[in-house]
C-alpha cells in the first residue's frame, strides 16, 4: 500500500458524459501527479499540481482539467467523453518535485 | 523530447533463469532513472532509481546501474522466481541546472513471464 488512495475504481459511463476522479495523496506530500495509461499510448504524464498550483502540463486534452484542494487532495475532471478516453487514470504524489513519486491503484475508466 | 525504449516483450522465464530487460533513454542534462514494476490489477510500485551517472540501484535482487556513457539502465537479476512475474517499466526524470522536473518519461512495459 503506497499510501495514495484513488475513487473510484472502477467508473464507466457512455460517450459524451462527464466524470471526476478523485486522489489523496500520501500524508505529508505536497505534490500530485495524474498519469493515463492506455493500450496504444502507454503511460503518459497528463498534469502536476504543486501545493495548489499547477507546476506541469504534459499530453493532456482541452476537454480534461484537474485541480488541486488546500486539504491536497486532486481531482480530475474528464469531458465530452469519447471512446479513445478508456484507461487506466493513475494518480501519484511526492514531497516535492525532485522526491520519488508513489503511485496510487488507479482509476479505470470504460467510456462506451 | 525525453523518451525511454524498452526491450520488446513479453519476456518468458523459467523459475531461477536469469533475468535482463534493456533500456535505453534519450533526454537532455542529467535525468534520474527508475523501474517501476507493476503487477496484475495494481498500481506501479518503485523498484529501484539512481540519480546520477554510475549509480546502482538494487532491491528485492533486482539491479540497474545508471550508465552514461551508453545512455542506458538494464534491469538484472540473477535468479527470478514465479512472483517476479509482473509488467516492468523503466522511466526517467528529467533534470536541468539542479532542478528537478519531476514529471515521469516512461518506456512502453516489458511483459515478463516466470514459469515454476
Known amino acids: 500500500d503506497s499510501g495514495v488512495t484513488q475513487t473510484p475504481k472502477h467508473l464507466i459511463t457512455a460517450t459524451g458524459q462527464r466524470v471526476t476522479l478523485r486522489c489523496s495523496p500520501r500524508?505529508?506530500?505536497?505534490?500530485v501527479y495524474w498519469y493515463q495509461q492506455s493500450l496504444d499510448q502507454g503511460l503518459q504524464f497528463l498534469i502536476q499540481y504543486y501545493n495548489g498550483e499547477e507546476r506541469a502540463k504534459g499530453n493532456i486534452l482541452e476537454r480534461f482539467s484537474a485541480q488541486q484542494f488546500p486539504d491536497l487532495h486532486s481531482e480530475l475532471n474528464l469531458s465530452s467523453l469519447e471512446l479513445g478516453d478508456s484507461a487506466l487514470y493513475f494518480c501519484?504524489?511526492?514531497?516535492?518535485?525532485?522526491?520519488?513519486?508513489?503511485f496510487g491503484p488507479g482509476t479505470r475508466l470504460t467510456v462506451l | 523530447g525525453d523518451s525511454v525504449t524498452q526491450m520488446e516483450g513479453p519476456v518468458t522465464l523459467s523459475e531461477e533463469a536469469f533475468l535482463t530487460i534493456n533500456c535505453t533513454y534519450t533526454a537532455t542534462g542529467y535525468p534520474s532513472l527508475f523501474w517501476y514494476v507493476q503487477y496484475p490489477g495494481e498500481g506501479l510500485q518503485l523498484l529501484l532509481k539512481?540519480?546520477?551517472?554510475?549509480d546502482k540501484g538494487s532491491n528485492k535482487g533486482f539491479e540497474a546501474t545508471y550508465r552514461k556513457e551508453t545512455t542506458s539502465f538494464h534491469l538484472e537479476k540473477g535468479s527470478v522466481q514465479v512472483s517476479d512475474s509482473a509488467v516492468y517499466f523503466c522511466a526517467l526524470s528529467a533534470n536541468a541546472g539542479g532542478t528537478s522536473y519531476g514529471k515521469l518519461t516512461f518506456g512502453q512495459g516489458t511483459i515478463l513471464t516466470v514459469h515454476p
Open positions: 501519484a504524489s511526492s514531497v516535492t518535485t525532485a522526491d520519488t513519486q508513489y
Open positions: 500524508s505529508g506530500d505536497l505534490s
Open positions: 539512481a540519480t546520477k551517472a554510475d
